[in-house]
């Protein structure tokens, strides 16, 4: 690769880490160009971009951004799962893929927020809410107080009405 070669990967990768709030950087082999274009269509759905990295250019951008941890992890083929939106859906979309792609697709760190984590924590991040999941346990939480306030109104109405058909039948 010639020199203007390299300084537009490097460009890409400045661009890609210098966007992303949550990057995955995982190592990949043996999966045909089609599957590949499929799951680089899947994560664009979810706001994510895939870029598969030269190691020694990526060492750079990441040095660069401060992230020098992340080089220990930079051998054999890396692709990069980034993305600044939500991180849950695209981490639940990555497993899903992982177990498609048994043993050609796996996780080697995982970047988010300016941390690195090891592939160990990866099913934490699987196991994040998305926005709609807490967004939908807020509002049922928000909701929860009216209901067991219109459930206690509704039996104290009842009582009232048995005890005033009862005062009617004892009069």
């Known amino acids: 690769m010639n020199r203007s070669g390299k300084e537009q990967k490097v460009d890409q990768y400045e661009q890609a880490v210098g966007v992303a709030t949550y990057a995955f950087l995982c190592e990949y082999n043996k999966i045909s160009v ?39 992890y930079l051998a054999g083929p890396s692709l990069l799962v980034y993305g600044s939106e939500e ?16 043993g050609n697709l796996g996780v080697k760190a995982i970047i988010f927020d300016g941390s690195i984590f090891g592939k160990e924590q990866f099913k934490s991040f699987t196991n994040l809410p998305t926005k709609d999941e807490v967004r939908a346990r807020l509002l049922g939480v ?27 039948k004892s009069a």
Not at 38 to 66: M, P, S, Y
Not at 87 to 102: E, G, H, Q, S, Y
Not at 142 to 168: D, K, M
């Open 142 to 168: 928000l909701q929860a107080p009216l209901g067991n306030f219109l459930r206690v109104n509704s039996a104290a109405q009842r009582l009232v009405t048995v005890l005033s058909q009862y005062a009617e």
């Open 87 to 102: 991180v849950a859906p695209v981490a639940k979309l990555l497993d899903k893929m992982m177990r498609r792609f048994r």
């Open 34 to 72: 089609a599957d590949f274009e499929k799951a680089r269509a899947d994560f664009r759905e979810l706001g994510a971009g895939t870029v598969v990295l030269k190691n020694t250019l990526a060492r750079i951008v990441f040095e660069r951004h401060g992230l020098e941890q992340v080089a220990e």
